[in-house]
């Protein structure tokens, strides 16, 4: 699988856990429109650096790099070793 479909099904899954069975688009703002919260933010983290190796103890990581399907990918291309 590939890292959009990933991610995409990640918060998927953390939309529908919520009850959120709504549709989202890869640039949508998940979290600045209220369907994810800062503890969805932290399950992502978890994700990211168990998944793809992030580090996320590196400075200029903040919460706009997590917001949308799209700043995630962004994220893991910029942080490619």
């Known amino acids: 699988m590939d890292n959009r479909s ?4 990640f918060l998927g899954n953390l939309l529908r856990n919520k009850g959120d069975k709504g549709d ?3 640039d949508e703002l998940l979290i ?7 503890v969805d933010a932290v399950e992502m983290i978890f994700l990211l650096e168990e ?3 992030l ?3 590196a400075p200029g990581i ?3 790099d997590l917001d949308s399907v ?3 990918l962004r994220l893991m291309e910029k942080s490619a070793p």
Not at 6 to 9: I, N, P, S
Not at 32 to 38: H, V
């Open 6 to 9: 990933v991610v995409r099904e």
């Open 24 to 26: 989202f688009a890869d």
């Open 32 to 38: 600045t429109r209220g369907r994810l919260a800062s």
């Open 51 to 53: 998944k793809c190796g």
């Open 55 to 57: 580090d996320f103890s």
């Open 62 to 64: 903040g919460k706009d």
């Open 70 to 72: 799209e700043s995630i």
